[in-house]
């Protein structure tokens, strides 16, 4: 936009020097910025792309955000499904403002573009007014030498030969939620909306991973404040909410000290929590305690402290909501009617696996994966409900050959995973039903794409599933699930779509439902509680 200012100088000269009169030199200024409103109006960073299908209606400057962003109630994958439909395709392509994107919908496209090229969907795109606001943070980073670094360096901390470690400070977290919804619910006499327990065993298990914090040893408003932080930089990550994000000439006009930007001050807020978490570890270390988490291998890699906050940013950001989400979801289908007998089954293959002895079941919970049934009920649940319906965008580092057109390097690459998760063509007629048993006898290595796909997945993907299978399996042990139907109760939403009351922006939330927890052998949690 500099060029217009430029130009705008040039013929304040013109006019000084006599080359033109007054009336000439406004002729060929208006006329100068009716070509640079036309081109931004019109232009994109690459030209459409030959033999793929475009999105209908796009608006000068704009393109096809209007729709988007949740502005009709829906969120982005939803409407992207929609015009996929429209068009008749699962590859088009459509202008997010200036930015031209590719959007692939069906679970075979995903597969061929991101495994099959995953080499050359390793970037992302410039998010702009949100990842120039933010320090060193992998998750959402434009790939670099220093990313993939600490992503090399993550992989290898979360790793399965470094779980056993992990497991005393899984442990007390897991405890502490099931002691909580036993006393709050007062064991099945009061209804109980469980999602704030879940979001804060799981925040209190990503605090024991990264920085081996608990969420108890910290001031109450300290936690709360992080994760309200951590949730406003959520909403905006990849989010298509704000026009200005997307459209060069609405930075030009509105600058950041106008709009407002609300991921500087969440993006100081985090750093200034991480950096207390960080001193805080560091001095328990100087002092002899040996403290086996993230942070303490990342060390050991040699990455610096910025580094070392950049890669524990990501497994903090994802954890409150993905993996507390998708246990909620789980929990409220297991609620709901069409789930209730199912608790029966679930426990009953617990007790099965483990020859009827509890103490062993819940001992093993987070060391292994035993229970057929609720590994597959829960990769069913990670399926069925996408918590991050169209996941992080892409772009390509090389041109890539593919149905006879060249998708250009640098352009944008958009997963529709909600879409994908409930593609007929690829888990049958019955894609759009929940099917618990879906993946008895099933072991693909890529059961859905609740975590993306290829050489960006998430890191934490297979620490997330054993989390996940971890408390479900505990909370089937210890309690028998009931919806509330007292007045004004609120009953589990478990449409496959529904399910979420936000629509703009990457991460899904679950509706909140009531629910009895009422113990399945009260003695015996109380004496699991006491340990």
Same mark, same amino acid.
Request: neutral net charge.
């Given at each position: 936009?500099?060029?217009?200012?430029?130009?705008?100088?040039?013929?304040?000269?013109?006019?000084?020097?006599?080359?033109?009169?007054?009336?000439?030199?406004?002729?060929?200024?208006?006329?100068?910025?009716?070509?640079?409103?036309?081109?931004?109006?019109?232009?994109?960073?690459?030209?459409?792309?030959?033999?793929? &299908?475009?999105?209908?209606?796009? #608006?000068?400057?704009?393109?096809?955000? /209007?729709?988007? *962003?949740? @502005?009709?109630?829906?969120? +982005?994958?939803?409407?992207?499904?929609?015009?996929?439909?429209?068009?008749?395709?699962?590859?088009?392509?459509?202008?997010?403002?200036?930015?031209?994107?590719?959007?692939?919908?069906?679970?075979?496209?995903?597969?061929?573009?991101?495994?099959?090229?995953?080499?050359?969907?390793?970037?992302?795109?410039?998010?702009?007014?949100?990842?120039?606001?933010?320090?060193?943070?992998?998750?959402?980073?434009?790939?670099?030498?220093?990313?993939?670094?600490?992503?090399?360096?993550?992989?290898?901390?979360?790793?399965?030969?470094?779980?056993?470690?992990?497991?005393?400070?899984?442990?007390?977290?897991?405890?502490?939620?099931?002691?909580?919804?036993?006393?709050?619910?007062?064991?099945?006499?009061?209804?109980?909306?469980?999602? &704030?327990?879940?979001?804060?065993? #799981?925040?209190?298990?990503?605090?024991? /991973?990264?920085? *081996?914090? @608990?969420?108890?040893?910290? +001031?109450?408003?300290?936690?709360?404040?992080?994760?309200?932080?951590?949730?406003?930089?959520?909403?905006?990550?990849?989010?298509?909410?704000?026009?200005?994000?997307?459209?060069?000439?609405?930075?030009?006009?509105?600058?950041?000290?106008?709009?407002?930007?609300?991921?500087?001050?969440?993006?100081?807020?985090?750093?200034?929590?991480?950096?207390?978490?960080?001193?805080?570890?560091?001095?328990?270390?100087?002092?002899?305690?040996?403290?086996?988490?993230?942070?303490?291998?990342?060390?050991?890699?040699?990455?610096?402290?910025?580094?070392?906050?950049?890669?524990?940013?990501?497994?903090?950001?994802?954890?409150?909501?993905?993996?507390?989400?998708?246990?909620?979801?789980?929990?409220?289908?297991?609620?709901?009617?069409?789930?209730?007998?199912?608790?029966?089954?679930?426990?009953?293959?617990?007790?099965?696996?483990?020859?009827?002895?509890?103490d062993k079941a819940w001992e093993m919970a987070f060391r292994e994966e035993?229970?057929?049934?609720?590994?597959?009920?829960?990769?069913?649940?990670?399926?069925?409900?996408?918590?991050?319906?169209?996941?992080?965008?892409?772009?390509?580092?090389?041109?890539?050959?593919?149905?006879?057109?060249?998708?250009?390097?640098?352009?944008?690459?958009?997963?529709?995973?909600?879409?994908?998760?409930?593609?007929?063509?690829?888990?049958?007629?019955?894609?759009?039903?929940?099917?618990?048993?879906?993946?008895?006898?099933?072991?693909?290595?890529?059961?859905?794409?609740?975590?993306?796909?290829?050489?960006?997945?998430?890191?934490?993907?297979?620490?997330?599933?054993?989390?996940?299978?971890?408390?479900?399996?505990?909370?089937?042990?210890?309690?028998?699930?009931?919806?509330?139907?007292?007045?004004?109760?609120?009953?589990?939403?478990?449409?496959?779509?529904?399910?979420?009351?936000?629509?703009?922006?990457?991460?899904?939330?679950?509706?909140?439902?009531?629910?009895?927890?009422?113990?399945?052998?009260?003695?015996?949690?109380?004496?699991?509680?006491?340990?």
């Amino acid at each position: 936009m500099e060029s217009i200012v430029d130009n705008l100088d040039v013929g304040h000269v013109l006019v000084s020097k006599g080359f033109l009169s007054p009336s000439a030199a406004i002729t060929l200024i208006v006329g100068f910025l009716i070509y640079i409103l036309y081109k931004q109006a019109t232009q994109t960073d690459h030209p459409s792309v030959p033999h793929l &299908p475009s999105a209908p209606n796009p #608006i000068p400057f704009i393109g096809n955000l /209007l729709p988007l *962003g949740g @502005r009709t109630h829906r969120n +982005d994958s939803t409407v992207y499904s929609s015009w996929s439909r429209d068009l008749n395709t699962d590859l088009f392509q459509l202008r997010l403002g200036n930015q031209r994107t590719i959007v692939a919908s069906s679970f075979s496209t995903i597969k061929d573009l991101w495994i099959g090229h995953s080499n050359s969907l390793i970037d992302r795109p410039f998010q702009h007014g949100f990842a120039d606001k933010l320090q060193l943070d992998i998750s959402g980073a434009a790939m670099t030498e220093e990313i993939r670094r600490c992503r090399k360096a993550a992989m290898r901390a979360l790793g399965k030969p470094s779980w056993a470690g992990y497991y005393p400070l899984l442990e007390p977290s897991s405890v502490d939620l099931v002691g909580n919804v036993f006393r709050k619910g007062e064991n099945g006499a009061r209804k109980l909306e469980i999602y &704030p327990y879940l979001r804060q065993v #799981i925040f209190d298990l990503a605090l024991s /991973l990264t920085y *081996g914090a @608990r969420q108890k040893d910290a +001031d109450d408003q300290f936690v709360l404040t992080l994760i309200k932080n951590i949730n406003i930089i959520s909403k905006v990550r990849s989010s298509t909410q704000r026009f200005r994000d997307y459209v060069p000439i609405l930075r030009f006009l509105i600058p950041d000290a106008v709009s407002g930007n609300v991921v500087v001050t969440a993006e100081k807020i985090r750093q200034q929590h991480l950096d207390v978490l960080y001193a805080s570890l560091k001095k328990r270390i100087a002092e002899g305690e040996e403290v086996n988490c993230v942070i303490t291998g990342l060390v050991k890699d040699k990455l610096s402290e910025e580094e070392q906050h950049g890669t524990c940013k990501a497994l903090l950001q994802a954890a409150p909501d993905s993996t507390a989400s998708s246990v909620y979801i789980g929990i409220a289908w297991l609620c709901s009617p069409a789930g209730k007998e199912y608790q029966e089954d679930l426990c009953h293959a617990i007790l099965e696996a483990y020859d009827g002895n509890k103490d062993k079941a819940w001992e093993m919970a987070f060391r292994e994966e035993k229970v057929p049934l609720i590994v597959s009920f829960y990769k069913e649940t990670l399926r069925f409900w996408t918590a991050t319906p169209f996941a992080t965008p892409r772009t390509t580092v090389n041109d890539i050959q593919y149905r006879g057109t060249t998708i250009p390097k640098g352009i944008t690459m958009i997963m529709n995973a909600q879409e994908a998760n409930h593609d007929k063509s690829w888990y049958g007629e019955d894609a759009e039903t929940f099917n618990p048993k879906r993946f008895i006898n099933n072991d693909t290595s890529l059961p859905h794409l609740a975590f993306g796909a290829g050489s960006r997945i998430c890191p934490a993907a297979a620490l997330s599933n054993r989390i996940i299978y971890a408390l479900i399996l505990r909370l089937i042990l210890a309690f028998e699930m009931e919806e509330a139907n007292e007045p004004g109760a609120r009953k589990p939403n478990v449409d496959m779509l529904g399910f979420s009351d936000v629509h703009n922006s990457l991460v899904a939330r679950p509706r909140k439902f009531d629910c009895h927890y009422t113990a399945r052998d009260a003695e015996w949690l109380e004496s699991i509680m006491s340990k």
